[in-house]
């Protein structure tokens, strides 16, 4: 009998946990960013401007020395545009990393970070604007280079 509930607690807490990273999966699948669409980038422009800009800048340059740590052991924001490295990372990464954060997104809730999640400020659709704006302003070869990953 004891063996018959431990299996079916088993069964369960597998099936829950397929359910969640299924659930997860798919919703990553699913993101296409649209930097071909003047009102999602408009959009994304916009929310740029206030939720973003105040750490990787006006014109997408980052901070100054973002490669090297502060003296608190933190990454100083990136540049998001060509200069920096966020089109090496496909659009369901950018996707998690804005809406999770760092920590959640790598799976380290120690991990330092100035970066926010975005989960209970922006609406997905409102990232994918955000993300598909700051693709706009890259290069057509780094956006190509991009849509391949």
Known sequence: MRRSLIAGASVLAAGAIWFVVADRTAEAESIQLRPNSPDVVAQGAEIYATACASCHGADLEGQPNWRSRNADG??????HDASGHTWHHDA???FQLTKLGVAEMIGDPGYASDMPAFADTLTDAEIVAVLSYIKSTWPS???????GL
């Open 92 to 94: 369901t990464a950018l």
């Open 74 to 79: 933190r990454l100083p924001a990136p540049p």
């Open 141 to 147: 070869d780094i956006r190509a280079r991009h849509d």
